[in-house]
């Protein structure tokens, strides 16, 4: 009876966790169904998207420090989940700006990205997240055994390629762009301590041996 209680939970944690996500993008849809998304609303789109993009980033890369820090282990089980949700607003993204700010006409993609040149710094971003994607099943975690580890360590390079994304479209007000980076400077950082604690405490054991 308690475990099927418990199992029961267990589905609507996952239902819960895995419709959360997707709540932004009924929001966006709801309010350019009632015209509601201010006087630019593509660009509403393209910014909405790319805001949730970086937010499930963020989170998926919150995931491991808040196991080591908070010994809270639930939040493992839905780290894939939740990279996969970054990749899919990213793709959304690009897919807004190439729909409602390009129109599909490639003979702008040249001057748009002239003007715009953190475009390509973005589109890295979404390239190299692809991979990730593609080898998240635990089939690929086996198969590529030692390398799935060195290649999801992409998932740095790629942080740091949004926030410069994100910083190079800083015109005025960097409020939003130095929160996201105070963020990740806290979620490397803790990595990178951790690390170094693991790596002294290794060079300890040989030394004693
Ligand atoms: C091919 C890929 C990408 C393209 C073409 C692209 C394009 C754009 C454009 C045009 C804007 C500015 C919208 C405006 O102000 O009019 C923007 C903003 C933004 N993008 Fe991207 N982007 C790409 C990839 C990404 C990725 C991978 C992420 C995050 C994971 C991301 C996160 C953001 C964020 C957070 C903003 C809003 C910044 C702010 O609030 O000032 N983008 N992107």
Redesign the pocket.
Known sequence: MAKAKSKALGYLEWWVVFLLPLAPLGWLTYNAWIFNLGA?P??EI??E?????????WITLAITPLRRVFKLNWPLRYRRMMGLY??F??AV??LA??TF?LGWRWDLLLK?LSE?P??I???????L?IPLGVTSTRGMQRRLGRNWLKLHKLVYP?SL??MV??IW??RSDFG??LV?GLILGFLLGSRMYFYLQRKTRVMRAARAA
């Open positions: 630019d593509a660009q393209v910014l998207t790319g805001v949730w993009a970086i937010n499930l980033l970054s990749l607003y990213a993204h690009l700006f190439a700010i748009e715009r953190y475009i710094v973005g589109a890295l971003g979404l390239l997240l790629i390629l949004v994304h994100i479209q800083i939003e762009q996201y």
